[in-house]
């Protein structure tokens, strides 16, 4: 086989273990808020459990980053993830206690987390200079989290919630048996990097400032949007729908990403982007009995995490020597979604209560998208070529 055709075939591999894991989060993410009510926690406790499986993400993808860095040993740290998370998850069929369910989500999700951030690395690094395409790779895990969104909101709305399980187990194996085919040679880095240290230079830092209040922004949405939906009256299944409309406008927003970065670059589309999540958020605080409303709030999806995600991603990748590109990417998971998502998700449980602080929680949400955007004006002046920051 040839190179061309053996790149091909990694990449369909690749494209396969991005479907699956993303189909996990939509199993996950959007139904954890009901199937934990339905075994009878309360919204605090709620929220502390959905924190958890954002802080895992603190932690997690750090330590693998600085073996797989070490080691060159990528692929194989996204497999033994992959198996390690397939086998604890199973502690998630008991019907436990808290402190025994916060214990489960714990174990199973620094396993399943430590895999993204490797993924990411071995995609653009498979790529090559054709990094552009990253968007259409990554966009089979946006249509897993479609695709899986929809299903399992019928299946909760038909079963019941105990249903969770049960498919969340059978994408568990669908990721192991995607990634054990992927290429399990080392990747070789140079000695003595020409950035020998990772810095924290003024654009990284404010970037990251920037990419922590944005997922701490999307704390109501990642863990309270079905619960909110059904408190104003909407079905698991009609939530199910919305999330997807959400996603289907991020998949074609991947797509466009590579032309949009190429034209106005990473700087301008952060401000836009994020200056659009403050209004979505807003959207969802005072509009959502209204079916267009809250539709046109999920389009801007597309700019909330596609177009976002696209910039970031690219911008991590440039900003860190091969040799450190692992922690790069490991950096921004875990200040990002792990710690910006971690505060988002157990400061809504909060404010929620009861429900009758849930608006208040969409406007600190807002409020946090908004001092985001601010937090981009302070990086230093790019190029209006894609990534150069």
Not at 48 to 57: G, K, Q, W, Y
Request: charged share 10%.
């Amino acid at each position: 086989m040839n190179q061309t055709a053996q790149v091909s075939t990694q990449l369909r591999w690749i494209s396969a273990c991005y479907f699956f894991f993303f189909a996990i989060l939509g199993v996950m993410v959007p139904y954890l808020g009901v199937f934990f009510e339905n075994r009878g926690f309360n919204p605090q406790e709620i929220g502390f459990l959905l924190a958890i499986l954002m802080a895992t993400r603190i932690v997690a993808p750090n330590i693998w980053a600085m073996v797989a860095d070490k080691t060159g040993m990528r692929a194989q740290l996204v497999k033994w993830g992959a198996a390690a998370a397939a086998v604890s998850y199973l502690t998630f069929f008991y019907n436990g206690s808290f402190t025994y369910l916060a214990i489960s989500l714990t174990i199973y999700t620094f396993f399943w987390n430590a895999i993204l951030a490797q993924l990411e690395v071995i995609t653009l690094e498979t790529l090559g200079e054709n990094t552009s395409r990253y968007g259409a790779i990554r966009s089979f895990g946006s249509l897993g989290y479609l695709v899986f969104v929809v299903g399992v909101g019928f299946a909760i709305s038909a079963w019941g919630t105990e249903v969770l399980p049960y498919v969340g187990m059978a994408l568990f194996i669908g990721l192991l048996l995607s990634a054990l085919p992927l290429p399990s040679d080392k990747v070789v880095t140079k000695k003595r990097a020409e950035t020998p240290k990772l810095v924290l230079d003024k654009a990284l830092f404010w970037f990251l400032l920037s990419a922590t209040l944005l997922q701490m922004s999307a704390g109501p949405f990642y863990g309270f949007f079905v619960l909110y939906l059904k408190q104003s009256g909407y079905s698991e299944a009609v939530a199910g729908i919305y999330v997807a409309f959400g996603v289907l406008a991020e998949i074609l927003m991947f797509m466009l990403a590579p032309r949009l970065l190429g034209r106005y670059g990473v700087n301008r589309l952060l401000i836009v982007s994020l200056g659009f999540t403050a209004v979505r958020w807003l959207l969802m605080a005072f509009f959502v009995e209204s079916y267009l409303l809250l539709g046109v709030s999920q389009l801007l999806h597309a700019f909330t995490f596609g177009l976002v995600h696209a910039a970031s991603i690219q911008f991590v990748h440039r900003h860190f020597d091969i040799s450190h590109r692992s922690k790069g990417q490991a950096l921004y998971a875990s200040l990002s979604f792990g710690v910006g998502g971690a505060l988002g998700t157990w400061l809504c449980g909060m404010i929620w209560g009861d429900g009758s602080g849930a608006s208040l929680a969409w406007v600190v949400a807002s409020v946090c998208a908004f001092i985001a955007m601010l937090a981009i004006f302070f990086i230093p002046g790019s190029d209006k070529r894609t990534g150069e920051v």
